[in-house]
Each structure stands twice: as structure tokens, then as C-alpha cells.
């Protein structure tokens, strides 16, 4: 299209405004449309660049049109029309994203004879008109100083103007208005900038589908150095600082992590077709292949290490930049008693370092840290700069080693793996995580790329928040303390590998164990425990943990007591340090009862069988006063429950309180709690419609179900679910419960799909009870269609472990060998499989 010459044939034919602005739209559509074509020759900045240029071209000629139209063929110089057009914000960087706004500033000066106020307005219409998403500002010259006084945000995109078209005068003008902004309450704008990034770095945090532009290292963090740099020293482009404030290389390592962001960036914008800023896995087989990455994994690691990059360069040069606007004298005494040695403070658990210091080298560094009192410290910019830039020896030598291993001693470490993490210098000293740096985990369970989440593992050791396994913890020796930090940080570093990663880890851990010379017992539980570490997690959810032939064959692999109490608080970390809500009270519970069953067969060397179990669990709740307090008829009754589960599953007081609560049922009775998570507790006579309960409250995540027979004719039914409800919604649940006593109640169950090579029927497994597993996709409403399926069979559930992740579920029922149920196994499989007609 020659989109000149169509121009003048509509403004000689005196055509409509509609007829131009729907010959720009033309215009700009065809060049959008190719713009993929355009990305696959230049990427990048300069992909940013070629689209600003051509944006300025597209303005240029629609502000030259409206002076047509405006002047017809008296038109004037547009030096001397008291109008100029400035781009803002990422459109004056030049780093304008396909589908980000365009922000404009309209600066003018009030001038006899030109109607300055009809031509910006007929310059909007036209490009709104053209579809062009537009943010913009109007300001009389005289008018923008007060303008940029009144809102951070105004001062903020006024200091990335550029000039588009216009008055050359009026530019300058606004030129000087603009370097007054500049240098107007330099600290108070600093200072709001940096608290403004706080703020969003908390609401953004790392992720692994992180937001390429608000996220901690995103192109946020780029502009903020920038925007500090132009504030304090006038510069057009954080480059003009290097050789001065950073070095070439060290700018040249952030320009390129920022160069992959702009690629990123652009390409999440022309697939999406929005403004879509975040990598999403579902984004990320696309972007990974128009931007020439053959391994999916390989572009989220290179985003991740990005933007980590960016991190460290922004941190530390931020606070370089900003540290004489900020310092307060006040502090000098303070400082001068904090001292730790030359150049190095501590104040109120942080760590200062100057940046006039000379590089120091890793040993120096870590002998400080060994030495200074055992605190959860915060770093300050400078400290992180020496760690950084630290002068590490490979491969590391036998007194680093040593110093390493004292480190670990101390009581807060995580602090300091943090610190090397963010310094960069993790995998230097710690050579095992070479592999897994940045190496995100989409499997629907982790929140972290394995690096942090190792991290985060070490800090929910050093924060326990449950009585009984601080008090397992505070019982380990010194050397037991070392080791299972040690485990807990390592036991992840087989990652990234073909063969599983935790028979690597193991050989891996083995070769950092040799360097610091732990003992050879110690070495032994060490390797045991990283060869393990995920065993009790998945007994613990997937299997019946009151069946003796699941604890001895657990204890089999841990050996002894002491491994499965160095387990217990290895899973503890491992499940804390996945993120968000995964370690809940459920686990906890789970876990908790797995590691008290597996103690009491690793502390008897005979085999305990179920019949002996039950005696002993018996004897103590006939021990208990609450017992002996019972009308005897009642504790007949209680001692008569045939199911051994029950009293496996149940704590002495929790089975008298059931026993009570049985005595005074009529009809049916049922509470809720609601701490951490919703649980049902319900009791009943009359039968109830377990398929209409479950189908209704489809929408909560169950965790686990307990049916159990107790005595004269009553059923006990336990459902735990993940979460918990609002308050107001438990009126709702408890009329649900109310209303499956109805057994004429219906509700359609939801359509899922199993299939037969997702069931297994064991009939082995007890003499008086069969398993049935269910190992599927996580689908709406799939446990109720089970249960209303087994009821159709008559088959009675004892009880039901629920395990399910994003994406699958590994779901468990533990079954009464009744009305010949192993002999109708097809049936069984035929009704739970021929769920999509």
C-alpha cells in the first residue's frame, strides 16, 4: 500500500476523517500481520527498536496528515506550530512490546494564530479511530513541572521522553522543564522508586512461570536501574555507566539476560496475540521453538537465569547508585560498634560491606561468616557485591572444604546458601548443583526450581513448626545435626539427569561427604537417606500404613530407628520447602502415624503381627481412666469392633470418644471441624447416600476417607478434604450431610473416564480385606462416581486414602472380602471403567 498517495487522494477528494482513519487501520493491520516475519529476522532490542521506528513513522505521518487537513495547502513549518509529540514510558526506552500501549505526551505552548487545542484532539481521534491503544498526556510546557510534583508515577514517564515529530523549539523547551524535573527532590524519588519495587517485587515474586516484566528480575528491575541512573546522573541509556559505576562485563552479562527477556517478551505477545507478559507452561512449547530453543526445559532455565542475572546487577548498582542519597549520619556511631572488621558491619541482623573494599577471596569471606554470632542475617548490596565478585580457586580447595563443613554447624545457615544462591556462587561451592541451577520442576507438585527449593528445604529445618519433630531434631548429636542439613540441602542435586536423581544424589552427596571427611557411619545414613528420601512420603499417601507387610517392607529400606527418625524430618523439609500449601495437617498427620507405626516394628525384633497389634492397642485403651469409667456393657461392646484398622488408625481416647458418641446415636449424628482443613465426622443407624454427600460437595478436594462397622448397627464415616471452607459456607455443608440421610436424594454424577489399566484389584492383601487402587487423571467428581459405583456393588469401604496431584490421582480402598467380591473381579473392573458410554 502506498499509504502517502492514498492519503492525498482522500484529503483532495476532501474525504471524511473515517475514510483516513480506516485507511490507517488498513495500514497498521498489514503491519502487524507481519510482524512474525519481521521477529524471525531480528529479535530482541532490536526487533523493540524496528517496531518503535516504525510506530514513530505510522504517528509522523497521521500528525502531518491533521496539519493537512488543519492548514489545507497554506501549510506552515512544523517548527513554528507550538506543538510537539513525545513518546513515554517503554515507547521512549525504544522497548515497545507488540501489544503494550503506546504512551504519548502532547507538550504545547499557547500561540495566536494556531489552534493548538483542534489539532491534538484531531490527532487522538485519528488514532484511536485507527485502533491504535493509546495512553496519553496533555500538558502546556509551563504546566508540566507542577504536573510531575503531583504523581511519582507522571515524574517517573517524563524522564523517558523522547521526541517523535514537532516543534524542535517546543522539545527544547520542555528539554529544560524536563532536566528541572530531574533534579528536583532527587531523595525523596529515589526513595519512592525503590519502596514502589519492594512493594511489587513481594507481589512478584520468582517463579517458574514467571512475569517476564513484573516479576523479581523482570524488565520492571531494568527500568528501575535506569530510572535511577537518569535521575542521579542525566544519562540517556544505562550503558553510558559502564567503566564507571559497573564494568563492560559485568553490563554485558545483564544487556544479554535482558536481551533473552526481550525475546521472551515478544514472542509471549505475537503467539497470545494480547498483552501477555507471564511464560506459562502451556506457552512455553511455542516460545520455545519460535525462539530456537530445541529443549522446552532449556528456555525455561535460560528465563530463569535471566532473570536472576538481572536480579544481582539491579540489587547491587541500585544501592551503589543510590547509598550517599540514603545515608544518614546518625548511623555513623552506630556503624563504627558494628564493626566486624575493616569494611564490614552489622546492624540490626544485617550485613553491611563497603564498596570502596578490594575484592576478597572465598575463604576470607566465609571465615567471616563462621565467625559472626548465629543469627537469621539480611545482606545489604555491598555484602552481596563481595560475595559475587569473589576470588573462589577450582577446584576448591581441602580448607574451603573445612570452613564449608563449620558453616554447616551453625544453627542458621539458610540464610547464607540464600546468599550464595543470589551472589551466584552456589554452584562454585557447592559443585553438585552445577546441573540443577535455575532447572525448574513442572510436574504439578513443586512451586521452585530445584536450586531454591533446596534452599527453602534447609529453612523449614531450621523453623520447624511442629512440637514433635523439634523435639526429634533438638535429641540428634552434633554430627547427626550436620548430617541431616547436609541431606536436606543436597538431596535434590541428582536432578537433571536420565537415570533416577536420587541414586545419583546419592553419588553425588558421596563426593562432597569425602571432602569434608564426615564418618563412615554418618557417610553410610547419608547415602541412605538420599537413596530414600521420597519413600516415606509415598508410603505415607499412597499406601495403607497400618498394614504390617507396608511397615516392614518400609523398614526394610530405612534399616534402623535412627534413619527413620532422620527421614521423618528429612520429609518434613522436603514437603515444606515444595511451597505454597502442600505440607498440611493432613500430611502431617499421615506422616506422623507412618513414622510412630514403622518405630514400633523397627524397636521389636520380632515380627509384630496384626492379632498382636490389637492386643497391645487394646490393652492400652483398657489402661486408659476414660475406659474404666465406661458402663461395662459399653466397653464389651467397644472391645468387640472386628475391625483392627480401626483401632490401628484411631488413638485410645479417640476410640473411647467414637464408642461414646456410637452409644447415643439414634438415628445419625455428624460434626465438622474446620482448623487447617474441613473434616466430617458422622455416625449413623439409618443408611446414608454417600454418592449424593460426595457428588455435592464435588467442588472440595478430598483427602481421605474412613468407613468403619461399630456396634449395634452403627457406621462410622471420617472425610478429611485438602482445604478448609468460609464459615458461612459450613452452614451449607451441614445441610448437605442433613440432606444425604434422604436416600431418595440424586444428584447426576459428573462424566470421568477410566480405564482398565488404571484399576488393580488386590485380593492378597489381608485374609480379610482386598485393595483396590486407582491410579488415573485427576477429574471433578471422580471419587463420588467410585463410591456410588462400589455401593451399587454392595461392596463395603473400610477406608480410603485420597493422593492427588494437578494432574493425576492415586486413589486407595481398602475393601471387605464379602459376597465373594474376588470372585467377580471383571465386574468390579467393568463397573469402574465403563464410565463413558
Not at 19 to 38: A, G, N, R, V
Not at 533 to 554: G, P, Q, R
Not at 771 to 790: D, K, P, R, V, W
Request: aromatic share 10%; glycine share 4%.
Amino acid at each position: 500500500m502506498n499509504l502517502l498517495l492514498e492519503i492525498e487522494n482522500i484529503i483532495e477528494k476532501n474525504g471524511s476523517d473515517f475514510e483516513l482513519s480506516k485507511l490507517f487501520k488498513q495500514y497498521i493491520k498489514e503491519y502487524k500481520d507481519s510482524l512474525p516475519q519481521l521477529f524471525e529476522k531480528n529479535q530482541g532490542k532490536d526487533f523493540l527498536v524496528r517496531h518503535t521506528k516504525k510506530l514513530d513513522s505510522i504517528i509522523s505521518l497521521m500528525y502531518k496528515t491533521v496539519l493537512r487537513r488543519t492548514f489545507g495547502n497554506f501549510l506552515p513549518m512544523r517548527s513554528s506550530i507550538p506543538i510537539a509529540i513525545v513518546a513515554l514510558g517503554s515507547y521512549g526506552r525504544e522497548q515497545l512490546s507488540v501489544h503494550s500501549d503506546i504512551d504519548l505526551l502532547i507538550v504545547y505552548e499557547e500561540v495566536d494564530g494556531y489552534n493548538t487545542q483542534l489539532i491534538i484532539e484531531k490527532l487522538f481521534y485519528l488514532a484511536l479511530d485507527a485502533g491504535m491503544k493509546l495512553g496519553h498526556r496533555v500538558h502546556e510546557v509551563s504546566d508540566l513541572f507542577k504536573a510531575s510534583t503531583e504523581d511519582i508515577t507522571i515524574k517517573t514517564s517524563l524522564m523517558e521522553s523522547r521526541l517523535i515529530t514537532g516543534s524542535p523549539f517546543v522539545w527544547h523547551a520542555t528539554q529544560n522543564i524536563l532536566n528541572k524535573i530531574r533534579l528536583h527532590n532527587q531523595k525523596k524519588f529515589l526513595i519512592a522508586k525503590i519502596e514502589e519495587a519492594q512493594v511489587r517485587r513481594k507481589k512478584y515474586p520468582s517463579s517458574m512461570q514467571p512475569n517476564i516484566k513484573e516479576s523479581v528480575g523482570g524488565l520492571r528491575d531494568s527500568h528501575l536501574i535506569f530510572w535511577v541512573a537518569k535521575t542521579i546522573y542525566g544519562i540517556d541509556s544505562t550503558k553510558e555507566l559502564s567503566g564507571t559505576v559497573f564494568s563492560d562485563e559485568e553490563y554485558k552479562e545483564y544487556r544479554m539476560a535482558l536481551e533473552l527477556l526481550y525475546r521472551v517478551r515478544s514472542a509471549l505477545h505475537l503467539i497470545t496475540g494480547k498483552q501477555e507478559d507471564r511464560l506459562l507452561l502451556q506457552y512455553i512449547p511455542e516460545v520455545s521453538t519460535l525462539l530456537g530453543f530445541k529443549e522446552q526445559t532449556k528456555l525455561a532455565t535460560k528465563v530463569l537465569e535471566a532473570q536472576w542475572q538481572i536480579n544481582n546487577f539491579v540489587q547491587i548498582f541500585v544501592k551503589k547508585m543510590v547509598r550517599p542519597y540514603i545515608y544518614d549520619a546518625q548511623h555513623i556511631a552506630a556503624f563504627r560498634k558494628s564493626r566486624i572488621q575493616k569494611g564490614f558491619y552489622e546492624y540490626n541482623a544485617r550485613l553491611y560491606a563497603s564498596f570502596h573494599l578490594p575484592i576478597q577471596n572465598i575463604n576470607s569471606l566465609l571465615k567471616l561468616l563462621i565467625k559472626i554470632e548465629d543469627k537469621k542475617y539480611k545482606f545489604d548490596a555491598g555484602f552481596l557485591y563481595q560475595f559475587s565478585r569473589a576470588k573462589i580457586s577450582h577446584p576448591l580447595q581441602a580448607d574451603t572444604y573445612i570452613l564449608i563443613k563449620q558453616l554447616f554447624t551453625k544453627r542458621n545457615i539458610a540464610p547464607f546458601l540464600k546468599l550464595f544462591y543470589d551472589a551466584g556462587v552456589l554452584a562454585e561451592l557447592f559443585p553438585n548443583f552445577k546441573k540443577v541451577m535455575h532447572l525448574p520442576q513442572f510436574d504439578g507438585y513443586h512451586h521452585y526450581p530445584v536450586d531454591v527449593h533446596s534452599i527453602k528445604c534447609v529453612e523449614a529445618l531450621e523453623n520447624i513448626k511442629e512440637k514433635q519433630l523439634q523435639t526429634l531434631f533438638d535429641e540428634l548429636n552434633a554430627d547427626e545435626k550436620l548430617l541431616i542439613k547436609i541431606v536436606v540441602f543436597f538431596h535434590d542435586t541428582g536432578k537433571g539427569r536420565k537415570q533416577d536423581h536420587s541414586e545419583v544424589g546419592a553419588k553425588l552427596l558421596l563426593q562432597f561427604i569425602k571432602h569434608i571427611k564426615l564418618s563412615e557411619e554418618l557417610t553410610k545414613r547419608a547415602i541412605t537417606l538420599v537413596k530414600h528420601h521420597i519413600l516415606m512420603s509415598n508410603v505415607a499417601f499412597k499406601e495403607n500404613i497400618h498394614n504390617e507387610k507396608t511397615l516392614y517392607k518400609f523398614m526394610s529400606k530405612i534399616e534402623d530407628a535412627k534413619n527413620l527418625q532422620l527421614l521423618y524430618l528429612l520429609t518434613y523439609a522436603d514437603i515444606s520447602g515444595v511451597g505454597g500449601d502442600v505440607y498440611n495437617s493432613f500430611n502431617s498427620k499421615l506422616l506422623f502415624d507412618l513414622y510412630t507405626n514403622a518405630l514400633e516394628i523397627a524397636q521389636n525384633k520380632n515380627r509384630i503381627t496384626d492379632a498382636r497389634k490389637r492386643v497391645i492397642i487394646e490393652s492400652r485403651v483398657k489402661n486408659a481412666q476414660e475406659f474404666k469409667e465406661l458402663p461395662s456393657l459399653l466397653q464389651k461392646k467397644l472391645l468387640s469392633i472386628e475391625s483392627n484398622l480401626f483401632f490401628f488408625k484411631h488413638t485410645p481416647q479417640d476410640i473411647i470418644h467414637i464408642a461414646k458418641l456410637a452409644r447415643e446415636t439414634k438415628e445419625y449424628s455428624f460434626s465438622l471441624k474446620n482448623e487447617g482443613s474441613l473434616s466430617i465426622e458422622i455416625l449413623r443407624k439409618i443408611p446414608l447416600n454417600i454418592g449424593y454427600l460426595l457428588a455435592t460437595l464435588a467442588h472440595l478436594q478430598v483427602a481421605s476417607m474412613e468407613i468403619f462397622t461399630l456396634f449395634d448397627g452403627v457406621k462410622y464415616f471420617k472425610i478429611e478434604f485438602i482445604q478448609n471452607v468460609d464459615k458461612n459456607v459450613l452452614v451449607e455443608v451441614q445441610d448437605i450431610i442433613d440432606n444425604a440421610f434422604d436416600m431418595q436424594k440424586d444428584v447426576p454424577l459428573k462424566s470421568v473416564n477410566i480405564k482398565k489399566e488404571e484399576i488393580t484389584l488386590d485380593c492378597e492383601h489381608s485374609l480379610t480385606h482386598a485393595e483396590l487402587n486407582i491410579n488415573t487423571s485427576n477429574q471433578t467428581g471422580l471419587l463420588a462416581y467410585i463410591m456410588h459405583q462400589l455401593e451399587e456393588l454392595q461392596i463395603n469401604v473400610i477406608t480410603a486414602k485420597i493422593h492427588s496431584s494437578k494432574y493425576k490421582v492415586r486413589d486407595s480402598f481398602l475393601i471387605e472380602k464379602q459376597n465373594k467380591i474376588c470372585n467377580n473381579v471383571e465386574n468390579i473392573y467393568k463397573s469402574l471403567y465403563n464410565s463413558k458410554k
